[in-house]
């Protein structure tokens, strides 16, 4: 079965860069669409990023445009998210998500099948 799991967040300041990794296995992930979601406390799970795996074509919210990029390993399986000019606002949990059967509507969360657990970045002013 498919597992993502996240790592990389931890405790930065404003203006500063974190890189997020999610390793993902049991399947090729070709034709997928890997993603980035989070969640901050009080507040509904929200789309960051989101890559075609085998294309690399990419997505990405407005809210983190031009300061965030996602890229894909596929010899490795691994997604990844750069994360910089961090704010204190994209402090929350960062979710690794795959969708096996890409549609149109690609920031929204009901549409993929697995989910990381998480990992915590914490942006500080």
């Known amino acids: 079965q498919v597992q993502l799991v996240e790592s990389g967040g931890g405790l930065v300041q404003a203006g500063g860069s974190l890189r997020l990794s999610c390793a993902a296995s049991?399947?090729?992930?070709?034709?997928?669409?890997m993603a980035w979601f989070r969640q901050a406390p009080g507040k509904e799970r929200e789309f960051v990023t989101a890559?075609?795996?085998?294309?690399?074509?990419?997505f990405y919210a407005a809210s983190v445009k031009g300061r965030f990029t996602i890229s894909r390993d596929n010899a490795k399986n691994t997604l990844y998210l750069q994360m910089n000019s961090l704010k204190p606002e994209d402090t929350a949990v960062y979710y690794c998500?795959?969708?096996?059967?890409?549609?149109?509507?690609?920031?929204?969360?009901?549409?993929?099948?697995?989910w990381g657990r998480g990992t915590q970045v914490t942006v500080s002013s």
């Open positions: 998500a795959a969708d096996r059967s890409p549609n149109p509507g690609f920031s929204r969360g009901g549409y993929y099948d697995y």
């Open positions: 049991g399947s090729t992930f070709s034709g997928y669409r």
């Open positions: 890559i075609n795996w085998s294309s690399g074509t990419t």
